[in-house]
């Protein structure tokens, strides 16, 4: 990998970690986003949907690192769907396009584990070729197959990370500590269900590790942290990091049920999503389990970080904002 690397998507949480990291290593960053820059510092303002390519983003770049898209929304509307295919695809191709003509040699594309469906193998691996169930899902998984399939660039790979945690305000996880911390969310029953994660800094490691592998050309590697996380686990490790003591009762399954069947009236009524109806009991109780045992053998990769071990960092972090 030369010394001028491309990060797409460079304000966000996971781009912001992985120029720190890539800068450290002593690449020269030129960075992507939408918000207002200063192209003199090698940094370029693109609307991934809207715009084409700014002059001169590829000038002097050998590797690429793409994260910029639309993020998953909760309750998926039309409009949602038509601008996942705007962004995680068709904004896709034009910098696939722009990198060919400026003879890039590699692109790391960050997809999702949501970019294929579920599967009754467990943990769900690469091998799962079900299709995506959501237009986020479906976005992805057509920006992969330009990534990999339409011959843009000589060595294409696939990241697909499972959910992220580390130092941020953003997200499902940062909204269930500040809900803990608040007595707002109710101790589950233990579901025994099996949720992957990985930290930000895994993931990051793992994408420089598969742009610097001539071994990852081509291929698709999911990223966890090696460990499978119940809700009751995670509710649990939570107040332990917040220096609450344990619970030893859980909120009856009949009520989550009665509770959630009356959420789903509630938005029939009201023409929205209502904050906790069957479709978020399901999230909380089932399971999104993976494997990443793949890059693990053929990359070398080995995770660092725990979820427990980071709580309490984590907890900190949003302490201090």
Same mark, same amino acid.
């Given at each position: ?63 690429? &690192? ?24 068709? /904004?896709?191709?034009?910098? #696939? %396009? ?10 790391? &594309? &960050? ?14 691996? %690469? ?7 959501? /237009?986020?899902?479906?976005?992805? &998984? ?12 000589? @060595? ?16 499902? #996880? ?8 608040? /007595? ?34 081509? @291929? ?50 009201? /023409? ?50």
């Amino acid at each position: 990998m030369s010394k001028v690397v491309l990060v797409t998507g460079a304000t966000g949480f996971i781009g912001t970690r992985l120029c720190q990291a890539l800068r450290a290593r002593g690449f020269i960053v030129k960075t992507l986003s939408r918000v207002a820059v200063n192209a003199q510092a090698g940094e370029f303002q693109m609307d991934l949907a809207n715009d084409e390519c700014p002059v001169g983003l590829f000038d002097g770049v050998d590797t690429v &690192f793409h994260l910029a898209g639309i993020a998953h929304a909760v309750a998926e509307k039309r409009e949602d769907e038509i601008l996942y295919r705007q962004v995680n695809a068709d /904004g896709t191709r034009k910098l #696939l %396009e722009a990198a060919k003509l400026a003879g890039v040699k590699r692109f790391v &594309f &960050f997809s999702s584990v949501k970019a294929v469906g579920e599967s009754g193998l467990q943990p769900m691996d %690469e091998s799962v070729a079900a299709p995506a169930d959501t /237009g986020y899902g479906q976005s992805k &998984f057509a920006a992969e197959q330009l990534v990999l399939q339409g011959g843009y660039v000589p @060595q294409p790979v696939v990241i697909r990370p499972s959910m992220v945690y580390g130092n941020t305000d953003k997200g499902n #996880l940062s909204r269930m500590i500040m809900a803990v911390r608040r /007595g707002l969310f109710p101790p589950l029953p233990e579901f025994h269900n099996r949720r992957s994660m990985v930290h930000v800094d895994d993931l990051v490691r793992a994408a420089v590790l598969a742009a610097e592998n001539a071994k990852a050309s081509g @291929q698709i590697y999911i990223v966890t942290d090696g460990q499978a996380y119940s809700t009751r686990q995670i509710h649990d490790s939570i107040r332990s990091a917040l220096g609450k003591p344990p619970i030893g009762w859980t909120v009856p399954c009949g009520l989550l049920t009665v509770l959630a069947k009356t959420g789903d009236i509630i938005g029939r009524v009201i /023409g929205r999503r209502f904050f906790f109806d069957s479709a978020a009991l399901r999230k909380l109780t089932g399971s999104a389990w993976y494997s990443s045992a793949k890059i693990e053998r053929e990359l070398g990769f080995k995770p660092q970080h725990t979820l427990p071990q980071t709580l309490p960092d984590i907890v900190r972090f949003l302490n201090s904002n």
